[in-house]
């Protein structure tokens, strides 16, 4: 597939990252024509958005507009109904993290998908501090890992300050929110790094006087084997100074990534001391947004497998369900990765 200046593209949803996604991808392509799928029904009351040619209320209009590739911006709880007759349709798809709110359903979805390009927009791996920290851990930099401390928090009613927060997606279930689905980056990055764990145990739930239905802090342990290692990942909707990083700790150093400083640190018995790895800093954290896009838009061109495609998505969820379970019957729950019982 070519993309020339005729080609159509189809934005579902637009909250504030489609709108990201909406502006990255005209700046891209700025020949192609945009269609833009409302799926409120006040849709069609909304005036056309700046960067978009047309709007749709309903996505069989969407369809007969015959989308190049689509980008699936709705909350997660619409995912699968939005993207299932999409990918029927053999349109690629660039979906936003986290792929669905568990993994019921997906089986059908990758049925349907086939061999179009599907990707789910967990951005972070297109970060080149944390993209550096996964080549030297792979490279041996410190040695096997054999223990991950990961955290990060943000405090919701400053997270999105243009909107009331018990509106927002993060604070309501029935959208998908919560903090093991919205702050899912977590796992994913770990998944790629490290792979999947073999068992999972968690606890958490809802432990502050905010107006959410949703758990708002969760402290998750992924068990590896063979290698065998430990990984703990804190999340939460309560810090009000915001956090991110991840310190692994190796057999022969230590890696410390601060993913709000962007910066990466390493620690090995050589020297004895800390050392700044130097990486590319973002000029702007849009940057990692239009990486992603642009990532996708040239898999869908050469028909090859995108870097976070629906199998992967499906694995970072089953931690997801797996941390859940652990939660309801305070237990260890083993992971079932896909096409795995």
Same mark, same amino acid.
């Given at each position: ?19 990201? #996604?909406?502006?990255?991808? +005209? ?14 029904? =006040? ?15 309903? &996505? ?7 989308? =190049? %590739?689509?980008? &699936? ?13 999409? %990918?029927?349709?053999? /349109? ?17 979805? $990758? ?18 501090? $944390?993209? @550096? ?5 792979? %490279? ?44 899912? #980056?977590?796992?994913?990055?770990? *998944? ?39 990984? #703990? ?33 390493? *620690? ?16 702007? +954290? ?13 898999? /869908?061109?050469?028909? @090859? ?14 931690? /997801? ?10 237990? =260890?729950?083993? /992971? ?6």
């Amino acid at each position: 597939m070519c993309f020339e200046a005729d080609q159509r593209f189809l934005v579902v949803s637009l909250g504030s990252i489609g709108r990201r #996604h909406l502006r990255n991808l +005209r700046a891209l392509r700025p020949q192609s024509r945009i269609g833009v799928l409302r799926l409120t029904t =006040s849709g069609a009351n909304e005036e056309l958005p700046e960067g978009a040619d047309l709007q749709f209320t309903s &996505i069989n209009d969407a369809l007969a507009f015959a989308p =190049s %590739a689509a980008i &699936i911006a709705s909350p997660a709880s619409t995912h699968l109904a939005v993207a299932m007759p999409l %990918a029927r349709a053999g /349109v690629p798809l660039l979906i936003e993290k986290p792929l669905a709110t568990s993994c019921t359903g997906l089986d059908e979805l $990758l049925i349907a998908a086939g061999e179009i390009p599907l990707m789910v927009a967990y951005n972070l791996r297109f970060l080149p501090s $944390l993209i @550096e920290a996964r080549r030297l851990i792979h %490279a041996g930099a410190i040695g096997e890992v054999l223990a991950v401390r990961a955290e990060v928090g943000q405090y919701l009613p400053t997270w999105r300050p243009a909107s009331r927060y018990q509106d927002t997606v993060s604070a309501r279930q029935a959208l998908g929110g919560g903090a093991l689905l919205e702050l899912s #980056h977590e796992f994913d990055y770990l *998944y790629w790094m490290l792979g999947l764990p073999a068992r999972v145990t968690a606890s958490g739930g809802r432990y502050s006087a905010l107006e959410i239905d949703v758990e708002d802090l969760v402290s998750v342990n992924l068990e590896y084997e063979a290698p065998r290692r430990l990984v #703990h990942v804190h999340l939460d909707l309560l810090q009000r100074a915001t956090t991110r990083g991840c310190k692994f700790i190796g057999s022969e150093g230590t890696l410390r990534w601060d993913g709000i400083a962007d910066t990466l640190e390493c *620690y090995t018995p050589a020297t004895a001391e800390w050392r700044c790895v130097e990486t590319r800093l973002c000029a702007d +954290r849009n940057e990692m947004y239009v990486a992603e896009l642009a990532h996708f838009l040239q898999c /869908v061109v050469r028909g @090859e497998k995108p870097l976070v495609d629906l199998r992967a998505a499906h694995d970072v969820l089953a931690i /997801v369900d797996a941390a859940r379970a652990s939660i309801a019957g305070q237990c =260890s729950i083993k /992971v079932k990765s896909h096409g795995k019982d």
